[in-house]
């Protein structure tokens, strides 16, 4: 009687290590710090006006199920609830005030769904902010030719590494994505060490206005084993929004140096003409040999002014102006 208990319980205990483990139904969650910036010139960006910093909690689930609750806790040990949208947001005026809210160290996620499985996992926020992505080709994306492949290029990813993560997308006025690079673990996804993308011939539509969105993410916490079949993530966040714009479709793009004259002090003085909104750039040489760029610029009324300082002292100096 003895043995048959024995084997009884063991065989309780082998049905139960059998069991299979509860695949959870979400696809991934996470926390993050992010900064939001503009920029309106070939200048470094600025930070957005108001609140331009933001904690994110988030979980995402897979489809199959519902989520019945999310919570999260601060390492200070304060608790949200992000149910029912599943995500839980709060902005400041500053960084030094997103940090003071929401300091560094491990947060606590709790999920539960429907079907009363219930996943925990911890994520530890601590690290640096990434470099503010700024656009290197400013100047020559405000007259965007649609009928050619046109290249955006952006300052490095400062420490980017191939495990960082870089995301550009472009939206229309009326908020349509019209292009987008892949999302991090797909095929084709920007890692923190790529500095241009290229936007395909046809993707956007001539003589139209686009914003276009640079997010640099600093991962400084995977997870893909705590909730099983979900990936989770801590970053640090910065995304800057980059206007855009096409160049008109119809007549064709020219350019032409209407006058010039040496000043007293040596300089040479130039006007340049040509269509309006698109992108010149006047070159330089005195053996016509070597040219070397003195000025690339879009001006809005297709007429610009430009001084060469360089010129004085020479004997002789040659221009030439070309749309890009």
């Known amino acids: ?167 550009v997308s472009i939206e229309d006025d009326a908020a349509n994505t019209v292009f987008g690079t892949p999302d991090y673990g797909n095929a084709g996804a920007l890692t923190g060490q790529d500095t241009s993308v290229v936007i395909p011939t046809g993707t956007l539509a001539p003589g139209t206005n686009y914003s276009c969105y640079f997010t640099f993410y600093k991962f400084v916490a995977l997870d893909t084993s705590s909730i099983p079949g979900a990936f989770g993530y801590a970053a640090y966040v910065r995304e800057t929004t980059v206007p855009l714009k096409t160049a008109s479709s119809g007549a064709p793009l020219n350019v032409s140096l209407a006058a010039f004259n040496r000043q007293p002090d040596g300089s040479f003085q130039l006007q340049i003409t040509g269509t309006a909104g698109a992108t010149f750039t006047v070159e330089a040489t005195s053996d016509f040999n070597t040219w070397a760029s003195v000025v690339t610029t879009n001006p809005p009324s297709g007429s610009f002014s430009f001084t060469d300082a360089d010129a004085a002292g020479m004997t002789r100096r040659f221009y030439r102006a070309k749309v890009n």
């Not at 988030?58 to 999260?72: E, K, L």
Request: overall charge negative; glycine content about 8%.
């Open 1 to 167: 009687m003895k043995w048959i208990r024995l084997s009884l319980w063991s065989f309780v205990l082998l049905i139960a290590s059998l069991a299979p483990i509860a695949r959870a139904q979400i696809s991934s969650y996470g926390v993050t710090k992010t900064g939001y910036y503009t920029q309106k010139s070939d200048a470094a960006p600025v930070l957005v006006g108001g609140e331009n910093h933001y904690f994110d909690a988030f979980v995402y689930p897979d489809g199959t199920t519902d989520i019945d609750s999310a919570i999260f806790q601060t390492p200070g040990g304060v608790q949200r609830e992000m149910a029912p949208s599943l995500f839980y947001f709060a902005g400041f005026s500053s960084q030094s005030a997103l940090d003071s809210s929401f300091g560094n160290g491990t947060y606590s996620i709790q999920i539960t769904t429907v079907d009363l499985d219930v996943f925990f996992a911890q994520l530890s926020l601590a690290g640096a902010y990434p470099s503010v992505p700024r656009l290197s080709n400013f100047v020559a994306a405000q007259a965007i030719n649609a009928g050619k492949d046109f290249t955006l290029q952006w300052d490095p990813f400062a420490g980017g590494t191939a495990n960082d993560f870089i995301l």
